[in-house]
């Protein structure tokens, strides 16, 4: 009896030490992401692509916004997407604890903010006391603040750009007007393309490697399809000649030639500007 006593104490000890020493590691993971500080990056213009040829037909989408140079997914950044010229912008979309849209890419607060928690357990006033504390040069603005949808579309309007939406989840998704307004809509996740085929937007199905699989699903919807370049064979670019190809994100010079001479048109990216205003 007295083994079998001590076997247990030990099984106990040894679980609390693998879940202090798992929440440990997480704590230290989930600090260091916070501390994660987004550095600025150096841009470059479309016309010094000179081993391009086909430079005037390719289309570019600015990042979250101008996110090489300015706080990703603001107000700020939308805006320098569409002086710098850009004829479409990527925006991400999440929802309020309210049922707002509003504009950020990651599930908490916590890498953008000096505040934690899911995006979905706040309200957009309780957003509104949490200014972004990250992001490239957050701080040259006296307070950049994560924006609501509807005021990132005015400004998409302003400068006649095309508002491209990243959706996570079927929650919260935009309205049919606020859809009507956007050129696009992207997801990895096929139930939030399949709820809005039939709305006003274009829609776009998202994956890393472009597989077989994802050319038959994407042709057999007629969505559009968005890849990672870098995860891309150029076997599986020549397959997919048929549909309507989306780089991203495409950011040196290499990578964008590539897919040029690959028939690749349409090109995200965070630091290549286009070749002049519209």
């Not at 000890?13 to 500080?37: C, N, P």
């Not at 701080?139 to 996570?168: F, H, N, T, W």
């Not at 859809?179 to 096929?190: E, I």
Request: glycine share 6%.
């Amino acid at each position: 009896m007295k083994l079998k006593r001590v076997g247990e104490i030990a099984l106990c000890a040894g679980l609390v030490a693998v879940i202090t020493g798992g929440g440990v590691f997480y704590a230290r993971r989930e600090t260091a992401y916070r501390q994660k500080k987004i550095e600025p990056m150096a841009t470059y213009r479309l016309s010094a692509f000179t081993e391009v040829d086909t430079r005037s037909e390719l289309r570019l989408c600015a990042h979250r916004g101008l996110s090489a140079t300015t706080p990703e997914n603001t107000l700020e950044s939308v805006r320098a997407a569409g002086e710098a010229g850009y004829a479409f912008v990527q925006l991400d979309v999440a929802c309020t604890k309210d049922g707002r849209q509003v504009l950020l890419h990651d599930e908490t607060v916590d890498r953008m903010t000096a505040g934690r928690g899911r995006i979905a357990s706040f309200t957009c006033e309780q957003l509104a006391r949490l200014p972004l504390d990250n992001g490239a040069n957050v701080e040259k603005y006296d307070r950049v603040e994560i924006p609501l949808l509807e005021d990132a579309l005015e400004v998409c309007a302003q400068y006649g750009m095309q508002p491209i939406l990243s959706l996570r989840t079927v929650r919260g998704a935009p309205d049919e007007t606020v859809l009507g307004k956007a050129y696009m809509v992207v997801s990895t996740q096929k139930d939030v393309l399949e709820l809005l085929k039939g709305t006003a937007a274009k829609l776009c199905y998202r994956t890393d490697a472009l597989t077989d699989r994802d050319l038959r699903y994407c042709a057999q919807h007629g969505f559009a399809v968005a890849f990672d370049p870098m995860r891309t064979s150029d076997d599986a670019l020549r397959k997919a000649q048929e549909l309507d190809l989306w780089a991203w994100p495409v950011n040196t010079r290499d990578t964008l030639a590539r897919l040029a001479r690959r028939g690749v048109r349409n090109m995200v990216t965070d630091c290549i500007l286009p070749t002049g205003k519209k």
